[in-house]
């Protein structure tokens, strides 16, 4: 719980300060990089990127690659081959779209919800709020998954099971969202601004909407790149509840089984799975670096 | 007089915003949160003291503790809970001492820094399902690079999924890498808080960076490494989707033996397969216990330490 007291920085891209000194002392601290160090963090990173490159590999060569000795290791010519076949062997076009809607309404609701409760939690004041704030932030440290098979029950006496309600309800807040938000916003929003703003005869709903919404913006959405790259990852409650409508986690998972798998069709798919979180990591992923390094965002 | 009415009413609305509003503003939160969070969770007690059958829809009836006693006496449960165990320290302590190493070596003056992070940071945000199919591909028998690489250095071919030590191996070597960035960053931000003056005093000293890291770095970075820890224990005892996808077949006994088949895959096979509620609820419920008197006892173990650094 300590790293996660440390609330990020007001501002756009809360980043740690720079310890950069424009003199190049040769004693400064951190060190300056080895050739060493750089040699060693290459090649981990290396066998961070190679699992992926090696889909690449794999899903642009024909099927009797995979099977070669030594390995091929470069890519072939043949991905987009390889792409119509996964979209000819399963119905994965729709589970793409069934994952989009997933993923993105309950990132929507997430940062909505997880905004609104911080608001209250930081800024507000009333009864319990303490209290009720400790059983919020307790509730994240729950082993949900635990849960699914009174989950389970209550979504077959809903009539839920097989749709994709059954994923996105129970998606739809997290304890982790409220901390996070009420962190941020105790820190991002000055009282006094609040305060001229109720002078001005302004609604509760109206600060937040017209100054509390704005100022979150920086952390809404490094929450909602988060909740975004785990709903669009998750496998284990899709799997269970949602049968034949799959989303795209449970559709990969699908075309991996059977007795004999064509792992070039399976590794199609998996290129195919990852690639818009890719997509998104390319382009925001230095803000989720910044977020865990703030120690406020835990998997 | 009018106007007088119309003033006290706007106060009167306006209390009610104030003193009435946040509240509506964390229900959502909570409703959602206790209808589908929370209350599943204490159901699952419930239904454990139930035989329970998904399929007869809804019938169940009250058997008490018989389901917890089934349990103790099932070789199966005490099978996975082994190989769940097993599968976490294998997969927990190389990865936090790999984590370690890494942030050491991020804790440089570097040029593409950030490009570095991320680098490090990518194989947790690929899915479970993605990295498990790519490792089971890798680790395979006959073509796998894995055996294909060892056979260079004179290892014969291992079938991996077949033995107990060599499917533990393959899941928390799947398990270490997609966690181990993730754990260096959360170091890398400790160890970044440091003071400085630390190893100047260390430098004049003539203590060796080596030394220095044993003596100064580790020591500083105790509570976060138990916290570390914490995090693993409750993520890593659930582990779950990897053993599930690393059997070929997708069958929830976790290999022909059930040799690399986890507590919560149990769970599932019970629930999922047999159709047995009451009895997946109560293995639900038991390592819900189980990883609880985990978090304890590292809870108790941080405060301890933070108070000795006092």
Sequence with gaps: ?299 | MATYLHQARRAGLSRLDTKGSPYLYILPFFLLFGAFGLFPLLYTAYVSFNDWDLLDSGSHRWVGLANYREMLQDAYFWNALGNTLSIWVLSTVPQLLAALWIAHLLNHRLRARTALRMGVLLPNVTSIVAVTIVFTQLFGRDFGMVNWALGLVGIGPIDWQANTWSSHLAISFIVAWRWTGYNALIYLASMQAIPHHLYEAADLDGASQAQQFRRITVPMLRPTIIFTTVISTIGGLQIMAEPLLFASSQTPTGGSDRQFQTVALFMYEQGFREFRFGYASAVAWTLCLVIAIFAIINFLLTRRIAKDED
């Design chain 1, 1 to 299: 719980m300590t790293t996660l007291a440390d609330p990020i920085q007001t501002g756009t891209t809360p980043s740690p300060p720079p310890r950069r000194s424009h003199r190049r002392r040769s004693f400064g601290y951190p060190r300056k990089g080895s050739v060493w160090s750089y040699g060693a963090l290459l090649a981990v990173v290396a066998g961070s990127v190679f699992p992926l490159y090696w889909s690449i590999v794999v899903s642009s060569q024909t099927s009797d690659a995979v099977t070669k000795v030594p390995p091929a290791l470069v890519p072939g010519g043949h991905l987009f081959d390889n792409i119509a076949r996964v979209f000819d062997t399963t119905d994965f076009g729709r589970a793409l779209v069934n994952s989009f809607i997933v993923s993105g309404s309950i990132t929507v609701s997430v940062v909505f919800f997880s905004t609104l409760a911080g608001f209250a939690f930081a800024k507000l004041r009333f009864r319990g709020r303490k209290a009720l704030l400790v059983v919020a932030i307790a509730t994240s440290m729950v082993p949900h998954q635990l849960g699914i098979i009174p989950l389970y029950i209550l979504m077959a006496d809903l009539g839920w099971t097989g749709r994709l309600t059954a994923v996105i309800v129970p998606g739809l807040v997290t304890a982790f969202g409220v901390f996070f938000m009420t962190q941020y916003l105790g820190r991002a929003v000055p009282d006094e601004l609040l305060e001229a703003g109720r002078v001005d005869g302004s609604s509760t709903f109206g600060l937040y909407w017209h100054i509390v919404l704005p100022a979150a913006r920086p952390a809404a959405a490094v929450l909602g790149l988060f909740t975004f790259m785990q709903a669009w990852n998750d496998f284990f409650w899709p799997l269970v509840v949602l049968q034949n409508n799959a989303t795209v986690q449970v559709a990969l998972s699908a075309l991996a089984s059977g007795y004999t798998t064509d792992y070039t069709l399976t590794l199609t798919g998996t290129l195919l799975a990852t690639l818009p979180i890719l997509v998104v990591f390319m382009l925001l992923g230095r803000h989720l670096v910044d977020g865990i390094m703030q120690g406020a965002v835990k998997g």
